[in-house]
Structures are given as structure tokens and as C-alpha cells.
């Protein structure tokens, strides 16, 4: 990943200084994701499930909880799906690092992942 300049990375501390008692999260979240996109840092895909990963700090390190998944998988089932909320779900490329790369795998099972997800409402 390259550096950026001092005063992109000023513009975007400001961003995400913001006050959350005046301005909402998610406001926040998307006028950031849409600040990283205009400068060039991220951008937009279609990734499939099987290239995404869970994060080690998902959930404060406790990662999935299996019970909880097939409960709500079963939910998503019988009700469907709000296929628009997908469209907000966010991930980080995976480090190019073997060793952090390998720090990522040991907490999930090896495959062609690329990506971690931070997550998403999928209901």
C-alpha cells in the first residue's frame, strides 16, 4: 500500500472525527468509504463468499459463532433476504505479508481468500 499524503490523511481523521452525537454513524461511514474511493485508496467489486475471510477481531476475537450463523442462515431462509444491505458490506484486501498473512489464516480455513470482511446486516 502506498503512503498518502499528510493532507489526505488529515481530511480523512476529520471525516471520521467527527461528533456521533450530531452526525450519524453510518453518515460517517459512507462519507468516509466515498472519501477513500475519491482518492484513489479503495474501490468498488463483486467478490464471491468463498474469497472473503473473517477478520481476527470480528466480535472482539470470538469470531463466528456457529450456532448463531445457522440460526440466522435458517432465518434468511424462510424470510429472504434484503439483497440491498449486501451491497454495503465492506472487506480489506488481505496482506500481501506472508507471516500477517498467515497471522489472518489461523483463524480461518485456508482456501483463495483475498479478502476480510469488517461485516454487514444481511437480514
Known sequence: MQPHSPDVVKLGAAILSQDAATVAVGNIKDEFLA????????????????????????????LINPHNAHRNGSHICRVGANVQELHGAVCF???????????IYIFNIPGFELFRSLGTVYV
Open 93 to 103: 484486501e488481505m496482506q500481501n505479508d506472508c507471516v500477517r498473512r498467515q497471522a
Open 35 to 62: 472519501f477513500l474511493e475519491q482518492q484513489g485508496i479503495s474501490y468498488k467489486s463483486t467478490i464471491v463468499p468463498e474469497a472473503v475471510l473473517v477478520h481476527p477481531k470480528n466480535r472482539g476475537g470470538l
